[in-house]
């Protein structure tokens, strides 16, 4: 990839997450262990790509509260150029997420400034300078964002900028409808999804069936498939799949698993002089990449980059340290 920078286009949001060990308990005092975290699936896209030594820009919107102060400063200590906006009316999003004994998670969202985003913060991003697009699902599910995520992917076609959208989520997904999903993101390069997501889009939970119906309206699509790895698929190209990699430890929190992947992945695609289409070990690296990295994240609670200690040695083995895929 050349100096241009990935453009990020997403959410930000302050993640209150509560760990319940007994969700039977619900519905009186419960004990939990209660934190807060940077999150949204944009900004973690973004601070991830970041830490993994990727030129990266984002563009999103927060309030004028100290939850948006800080979502800022962070980013920008993590390495990424902030072209945020800031909304005098709607305060930082904000999402609890209930956390149960098996990781698994509950999400309880308030997109706040988020759906406050304009076509004029996607122009100061500069869509036309940038390497490639990538936007977040939530941008283009919430109403009040909608319009500048379709903007963003206007802009970079017309550009000729290649473009990645992750699905995000298959609840908002439902309300807003598959068909409709896939008119909105009707030429993007390359799609991340879940089976969730799938089943939404294109009716079916097999992968088989759903990346064969997906890349009819897709260049590339990928499955993130969990516990069964990840699959990659481009319409006229063999199909390319990879297994899960087993976490090191407990699972604890699954939240922003799919992100990490999603910049893993494209960390690696992005540092390959050809098209990823035409390289199947490279697009098998990138899949492992992602499944690594979101393997290694389920074992804490956070969405975001651990900073390393200044004599860590970064290891191409590790996709949560700075630098790895490249």
Known sequence: MSGAPVLVIG?????????VDDPLALGSDTAAHVQTHQG?????VAAWLAALDVPVRFVGRVGADPFGTESVQVLRTGGVDVRVAVDDVRATGTVVVLVGADGERTMLPDAGANSGLTTDDVAAGDVASAGWLHVSGYTLLNPGSRDAGSAALAAARAAGVRT??????????QALGGKEFVRLTEGTDLVFCTLDE???????????????RLTAD???????????????ASEG??????????????VVDSTGAGDAFC??????????????????????????????AGAALVTRVGTRPVPPPRDHARSPQDPLSP???R
Do not use: F, H, I
């Open 263 to 292: 910049a893993a992945y494209l960390a690696v695609t992005l540092a390959v002089t050809l098209p990823v289409t035409s390289d199947g070990g490279a697009v098998a690296d990138a899949l492992a990449a992602g499944c690594r």
């Open 237 to 250: 190209a063999a199909p390319v799949t990879v297994p899960a990699c087993p976490p090191s430890g407990a």
């Open 11 to 19: 959410d930000v949001m302050t993640d209150v997450v509560a760990r």
């Open 323 to 325: 630098g790895s895929p």
């Open 40 to 44: 949204g699936a944009g900004a973690n």
């Open 218 to 232: 897709y260049r590339e699509v990928v499955l993130k498939l969990g516990r069964a790895g990840a699959r990659w």
């Open 164 to 173: 990645s959208v992750d699905v995000a989520s298959a609840a908002p997904l």
């Open 198 to 212: 799938a089943e939404v889009l294109v009716g079916t939970r097999d992968p088989e069936l759903a990346v064969a």
